[in-house]
């Protein structure tokens, strides 16, 4: 209904929406993340429609939140359901990842590139700390394979990067575990996120989400 809701206040349809369940997971209404899984269901849908020009299709991939092999499974299973493309709107500062679920989730990334099937990973939401000391970058927006995606706001005069000075704000910065890729060319080594933005301020214009 939340959906119906929304499309309807775009005069847009409804997308068809199908899920992918990995070990048992599925949708669970009523916690934390309702308001995100509808951004995404509902951004998501309404570029996608009004880029196409039609009805668009979006398979959601439920997946347990521990580690970087269920997640992995996640991309893999979406890939093997013939999408155009994954969007992940979920990651972690780099160092808490292990090497291990790096190069798992790495790798499943680099399985869906070979597909055609391009990864958008968002970059964060606590500006270039990712919620800790220090500087740090989001994984798996991190991943050269993927094309980490930050937040812009408007200003009187111009687009700027987005931040609400209290800690909330797009990630980004430079990776400490994987280089340079050639197709980069600032003057760190490492891999620099974001690579695209696209406006993220909730506090106007925003996003109308029901």
Excluded at 76 to 87: E, F, M, R, T
Excluded at 175 to 182: E, L, N, Q, T, V
Aim: proline content about 6%; aromatic content about 8%; charged content about 15%.
């Amino acid at each position: 209904t939340d959906n119906a809701a929304a499309f309807q206040a775009m005069s847009q349809p409804t997308p068809v929406i199908g899920n992918v369940s990995v070990a048992g997971a599925g949708n669970a209404p009523g916690g934390a993340a309702d308001g995100e899984v509808a951004l995404d269901l509902q951004v998501a849908g309404g570029v996608c429609q009004s880029m196409a020009g039609r009805i668009c299709k979006i398979v959601v991939a439920w997946v347990p939140n521990d580690g970087g092999t269920h997640f992995a499974a996640g991309v893999n299973a979406l890939v093997a359901a013939g999408v155009d493309a994954i969007s992940i709107s979920w990651g972690g500062p780099e160092n808490e990842w292990t090497s291990t679920d790096r190069a798992t989730v790495g790798a499943a990334i680099d399985w869906a590139d070979a597909a055609g099937v391009p990864v958008f990973v968002a970059s964060g939401d606590a500006g270039s700390s990712d919620g800790e000391g220090g500087v740090n970058v989001d994984f798996p927006a991190s991943y050269p394979g993927s094309i980490g995606c930050g937040g812009t706001t408007f200003g009187s005069s111009a687009e700027a990067v987005w931040s609400d000075g209290r800690g909330d704000g797009t990630g980004g910065g430079f990776s400490a575990y994987f280089a340079r890729p050639g197709w980069q060319t600032q003057s760190s080594m490492t891999r620099g996120v974001p690579d695209v933005s696209g406006l993220a301020d909730p506090s106007g214009p925003g996003w109308r989400i029901v």
